[in-house]
């Protein structure tokens, strides 16, 4: 299995897991709701599973792997330049906030 079959597979459970997890959530505000309010005939909503196709997928999986190369690479050169060796999380900290700001 290459590197980027073990990504995809992972992005895609990734996805997943948030949108069942939204689901749940939704479920029970829209139990919640359904207390308060007298429902109209024809205004119920059909639950569906949510779900990506695989270029979907394959795209988010690109831009993850651009995101990541790109914030190890400034790391790096904020590490270079204090003249460390080794990448750690206060380099990464100081990356941050432009990084998500290019992005």
Known sequence: MTTLSILY????AIFKLVW???ALEREKNEGADAVDCEVGVGTSKKIRPTSAN?????LSCELLRVFVAEAVQRAAAIAEA???SKIEATHLERI????LMDF
């Open 96 to 99: 941050l906030p432009q990084l």
């Open 20 to 22: 069942s997890r939204r």
């Open 9 to 12: 597979d992972l992005i895609r």
């Open 54 to 58: 695989s270029n979907a997928v394959k």
């Open 82 to 84: 204090e003249g460390v």
